[in-house]
């Protein structure tokens, strides 16, 4: 209870009115695209599973402080960074491209800079962007996209992925560009309305997995890593290092939980997100298109400086101060406090690799049953039209790429049976034709 003290004032008695202090509270805004595989682990997992929550720090300055935590979903990353400039999120989760443009932007400013301070999501080849036709189309190659439209959402790194591809390919000057978003692309494809779309994680796989689309080009055939992080304003760090820590802990957290149960991981993203689970499973699991993990390696900042360049001839972007920009800080402590070495940990990059012993030959994903492994590639089809025979419901099949060594759906991928009766599967039917010729193209159907 509250005891009310008199007070004089001039000879009169007054009433003081009790005082009790309000609790201070801080705001916490972070912009992300669920829709994005790579970004997940920065954004829609820690919003739904409340890791931010866990590990907010709660004493000495903190203690008393009132949280609001804001969760911003986008579909692409420059909106993010507007909102960040205009103050009203201090972090933005976005890929390599609108990584370098949202630190430029703020350098530009003058009054307040970004931090790049962890990738959220990488595949070190570049698979994740790619080039995708009509599954009807005639197309199989980029070079007959020559006299021809590409649709791309401009900025993003699949934009830039293609205006390296069609350079190195001699086709700039010969294919229209085109700037449309992730779902126009997507419909427009579906529909028969644009030639080719090329985008980033996971629209390629999607279309693929919906029997719209059918991929012609590989990210990682323009030999550049793509990778997602999270970028933080440098005026709320420097207030709040302690919730900055708080969500690089939170985040290295949710790449555990994609690591410990793929499928799991897999299924609830995509109740949260709309995106298929099967297509989510070929990014999350052993063997798939994503690796989380959270340290800044130099093959990444190179890309970036890469990235830099090309966005300064392409969209006339400012300079970056790459040295005080990229931000080694709090991911270096979360792992050091985990007792890993982040030296160690940088010099270390997974690489897709169909030889490893943990990683199966094929898999096959029963609905009542869950996820089947194979020793071979034969075996998952043999397993796969048992499962048909029988009347089962089959989610999805998961094969490799010979040529890369990339995991990709068995339904879209081109077979070759060798003489001895093995099945050897390509994600290009040009790479199938040049290996096939001791042995027989055959098409997915034919293999049931």
Same mark, same amino acid.
């Given at each position: 209870?509250?005891?009310?003290?008199?007070?004089?004032?001039?000879?009169?008695?007054?009433?003081?009115?009790?005082?009790?202090?309000?609790?201070?509270?801080?705001?916490?805004?972070?912009?992300?695209?669920?829709?994005?595989?790579?970004?997940?682990?920065?954004?829609?997992?820690?919003?739904?599973?409340?890791?931010?929550?866990?590990?907010?720090?709660?004493?000495?300055?903190?203690?008393?402080?009132?949280?609001?935590?804001?969760?911003?979903?986008?579909?692409?990353?420059? %909106?993010?960074?507007?909102?960040?400039?205009?103050?009203?999120?201090?972090?933005?989760?976005?890929?390599?491209?609108?990584?370098?443009?949202?630190?430029?932007?703020?350098?530009?400013?003058?009054?307040?800079?970004?931090?790049?301070?962890?990738?959220?999501?990488?595949?070190?080849?570049?698979?994740?962007?790619?080039?995708?036709? +009509?599954?009807?189309?005639?197309?199989?190659?980029?070079?007959?996209?020559?006299?021809?439209?590409?649709?791309?959402? $401009?900025?993003?790194?699949?934009?830039? @992925?293609?205006?390296?591809?069609?350079?190195?390919?001699?086709?700039?000057?010969?294919?229209?560009?085109?700037?449309?978003?992730?779902?126009?692309?997507?419909?427009?494809?579906?529909?028969?309305?644009?030639?080719?779309?090329?985008?980033?994680? +996971?629209?390629?796989?999607?279309?693929?997995?919906?029997?719209?689309?059918?991929?012609?080009?590989?990210?990682?055939?323009?030999?550049? +890593?793509?990778?997602?992080?999270?970028?933080?304003?440098?005026?709320?760090?420097?207030?709040?290092?302690?919730?900055?820590?708080?969500?690089?802990?939170? !985040?290295?957290?949710?790449?555990?939980?994609?690591?410990?149960? %793929?499928?799991? *991981?897999?299924?609830?993203? !995509?109740?949260?997100?709309?995106? /298929?689970?099967?297509? =989510?499973?070929?990014?999350?699991?052993?063997?798939?298109? !994503?690796?989380?993990?959270?340290?800044?390696?130099?093959?990444?900042?190179?890309?970036?400086?890469?990235?830099?360049?090309?966005?300064?001839?392409?969209?006339?972007?400012? +300079?970056?101060?790459?040295?005080?920009?990229?931000?080694?800080?709090?991911?270096? *402590?979360?792992?050091?406090?985990?007792?890993?070495?982040?030296?160690?940990?940088?010099?270390? $990059?997974?690489?897709?690799?169909?030889?490893?012993?943990?990683?199966?030959?094929?898999?096959?994903? =029963?609905?009542?049953?869950?996820?089947?492994?194979?020793?071979?590639?034969?075996? @998952?089809?043999?397993? =796969?039209?048992?499962?048909?025979?029988?009347?089962?419901?089959?989610?999805? !099949?998961?094969?490799?790429?010979?040529?890369?060594? =990339?995991?990709?759906?068995?339904?879209?991928?081109?077979?070759?049976?060798?003489? /001895?009766?093995?099945?050897?599967?390509? @994600?290009?039917?040009?790479? *199938?034709?040049?290996?096939?010729?001791?042995?027989?193209?055959?098409?997915?159907?034919?293999?049931?």
């Amino acid at each position: 209870m509250h005891r009310l003290t008199p007070l004089i004032v001039g000879g009169v008695a007054l009433t003081a009115i009790p005082f009790t202090a309000l609790a201070e509270t801080i705001t916490i805004g972070i912009g992300h695209q669920s829709t994005v595989t790579n970004t997940v682990p920065g954004g829609i997992v820690l919003e739904k599973l409340e890791l931010l929550e866990k590990h907010l720090p709660k004493d000495g300055k903190y203690a008393g402080v009132d949280y609001e935590i804001v969760y911003k979903d986008y579909t692409s990353g420059p %909106p993010i960074t507007n909102q960040m400039l205009a103050g009203k999120l201090a972090f933005g989760v976005m890929g390599d491209y609108p990584l370098i443009v949202n630190g430029a932007k703020f350098e530009k400013t003058g009054r307040d800079e970004s931090r790049f301070i962890l990738v959220t999501g990488y595949n070190l080849k570049g698979t994740g962007n790619g080039i995708v036709v +009509p599954v009807d189309s005639d197309v199989f190659a980029l070079e007959q996209l020559a006299g021809k439209s590409i649709s791309t959402p $401009v900025g993003s790194a699949a934009w830039g @992925m293609t205006l390296k591809v069609l350079r190195d390919h001699d086709l700039i000057d010969k294919v229209q560009l085109k700037n449309q978003s992730p779902p126009v692309g997507v419909t427009n494809i579906a529909q028969g309305k644009i030639d080719a779309h090329a985008d980033f994680c +996971p629209w390629s796989e999607v279309m693929e997995f919906r029997g719209t689309g059918r991929k012609i080009y590989d990210g990682s055939e323009a030999g550049i +890593p793509t990778f997602h992080g999270t970028v933080v304003a440098k005026s709320f760090a420097d207030k709040y290092p302690e919730i900055v820590q708080a969500y690089v802990n939170a !985040s290295l957290e949710a790449q555990d939980w994609i690591h410990a149960d %793929p499928m799991l *991981a897999a299924t609830k993203v !995509s109740e949260w997100t709309g995106v /298929e689970k099967e297509v =989510l499973y070929l990014y999350f699991s052993n063997g798939g298109i !994503s690796t989380f993990e959270g340290s800044i390696k130099p093959q990444w900042v190179e890309a970036l400086k890469y990235d830099h360049n090309l966005l300064v001839e392409e969209k006339n972007v400012p +300079p970056l101060t790459f040295e005080k920009w990229i931000d080694h800080t709090f991911v270096e *402590a979360a792992y050091e406090a985990r007792g890993i070495d982040y030296e160690s940990l940088k010099r270390s $990059v997974v690489t897709s690799n169909i030889t490893h012993p943990t990683v199966p030959a094929a898999e096959l994903w =029963l609905a009542d049953e869950g996820i089947k492994t194979f020793g071979s590639v034969k075996a @998952m089809t043999e397993a =796969l039209a048992a499962a048909e025979e029988a009347g089962k419901k089959v989610n999805a !099949s998961y094969v490799y790429d010979k040529a890369t060594g =990339l995991k990709l759906f068995g339904h879209v991928a081109f077979y070759v049976k060798t003489p /001895e009766g093995e099945l050897v599967t390509f @994600m290009k039917k040009g790479d *199938a034709e040049a290996f096939s010729t001791d042995g027989i193209l055959v098409a997915f159907a034919d293999v049931l």
